[in-house]
């Protein structure tokens, strides 16, 4: 049976959207919670779909997050060499 090879990256989303980006975190978990309906209902490709798109926001969230962070980083830097 395929449903058993759909992943809905749940831990995933929650994760991201704790530690990253809370938005697209939160898109991350809709997008994750659909895919376990989806297959309950029969859809298999709606059901890949959305594991697809969770996958995607779960990446969107973890680089927006990495790049605030590398952005905050490079500030704290900038603004210690700055003379007083």
Known sequence: MQSQNVPNYLPQAILTTLFCCLPFGIVAIVYAAQV???LQA???EGAMQSSK???TWCWVSFGSGLAVFLIYFLLVILASLAPQ
């Open 53 to 55: 798109s969770a996958k």
């Open 36 to 38: 376990n309906t989806k």
């Open 42 to 44: 029969g859809d298999y």
